[in-house]
């Protein structure tokens, strides 16, 4: 495997899984495909890439497919050492050039921005198919050339692969770049204070590039420092990540109204977060929101989660730069871009602390349930999900924040690994665990299997005396503090 360089921050098996691609023996053409969201680092691993193999790295740009393929062909010439462009007829004949180059070894090219050159020359992706298919195993291999295709535009590289597309069925690696997780965000944030970590997460997420490119290397000093931070930074009207929130979703192709896009996203930072409420939110029919919400989910802004005990299920936005924005940022834009950062987030940090910091935590805790489950469950997992458990006998639904299921098999009774709750702003007691045990006792004669069920709770704030005791009474009670979800 290809030495991943020093300079490349985690993403280890992202690193294997290119590097291996790049570098197989197999005498044919090899094809793959990278996306995930913009700023999260897809382009430095790629140019990582390039320069580690050898590799001919293209970043496309938008513009006319003549354009574009006179700037593939001077790219190709500095990479080959010729002083002088290569002027390809089309783009068949620019593959061909590259794919007969003579080569004693692989050797990568990288398209990146992909979806841009989809836009001008729509027969690309065909063309790419045919090329490689000539190369191919069944006509006994004759390149050594690994293709790699990249872009941010999920929509668009959902359905490269999809369907009756061309490219269905050629990709030998398909990669989903996703944001750090929320332990790697902190090491590379460089933040040693969990509380701390978990406050800069909840604004701006896992995404490395909010670190130095959007914020110019500002980060919050201590947890004191918070505050000053997110006035300096991220409602500081001079500085990029100020608009970032808007940018996010302007930078769709699929979005051909933004205000309607805006106020879908605005309803789920408000806790609107079902079909019913998101449309009763905005003022819409049920029926009229079906459009915006799918062009959310193909863009990877929000997901929909399905409730562990119930045939329902909740919308979360994603990417926690814009649930802020959605939150804090839009309702106060005109004060904002007037300067008045200070006066806006005194005013909104409570909003922040219960809209956005508690459901925020929730997600972590789940995150860390998902990630970590091995360590502190027994079995396999199948299913991490917020759920909902309806106790007849008062008529009330008990909350589970963090619901850990194992693996669902025809025939048998579904194991409940974990019932947990989140709070992140409260000193938990055992009245909590009381509610976990009810929880846990109603799915027993639902049929789940409860027997080695652990009653997790997860505070940001602390636990009881007497919750500790319980804890320790009982090792089937987990108590999750900021450092332990740190680890």
Known sequence: MVVKPDYVFDRDWEWEALSSFAEGTQAEVAFGVVSGRRRQGKTFLLKALAEATGGFYFE???????????????ALARHQGSPVGYPFADWRDALEF???????????????????????????????????????????????????????????????LSGQAPLRGRARLELLVQPLGFREAARFWGISDPRLAALVHAVVGGTPAYRDEFTAGDLPASLEDFD?????????????????????????????????????????????????????????KSSDIAHPINVLEDCGLLVKEKDAFKSASQYRITEPLISFYQAIMRPEWTDLGIGHAQEVWDRSRQRFLSRIMGPHFETLCREFALRHAREVFTGGVGEVAAGTVVDPSTRKQIQVGVAVLGPAYPNEARAVRSLGEAKWDKVMGI?????????????????????????????????????????????LVLLVDLPTLYG
């Not at 574009?68 to 062909?73: A, K, Q």
């Not at 976990?436 to 005396?465: E, N, P, Q």
């Open 60 to 74: 496309a740009t938008e513009g006319t497919s003549v354009e574009s393929l006179r700037l593939f062909g001077m």
């Open 98 to 160: 590259f794919f007969s180059l003579p080569k004693d070894r692989p050797l990568p090219l990288i398209i990146d921005e992909f979806p841009y050159l989809m836009k001008a020359e729509p027969a690309l992706p065909s063309i790419l198919k045919q090329e490689i298919d000539l190369r191919g195993r069944t006509h006994r291999g004759s390149s050594l050339a690994r293709v790699l295709i990249c872009g941010s535009a999920l929509s668009v590289m959902g359905r490269i």
């Open 228 to 284: 000053g931070w997110v006035v300096r930074t991220v409602l500081n009207r001079r500085t990029p990540i100020f608009r970032e929130g808007r940018y996010l979703l302007a930078e769709e192709s699929d979005i051909r109204d933004p205000a309607l896009y805006h106020s879908v996203l605005a309803a789920v930072a408000e806790g609107n977060s079902t079909w019913g409420g998101i449309a009763g939110h905005i003022g819409y």
């Open 431 to 475: 009245r909590h665990l009381q509610r976990l045990r009810r929880a846990r006792d109603l799915l027993a004669a639902k049929g789940y299997d409860t027997s080695r069920t652990v009653l997790a709770c997860y505070s940001g704030a602390g636990f009881d005396a007497d919750l500790m005791a319980a804890a320790r009474e009982d090792d």
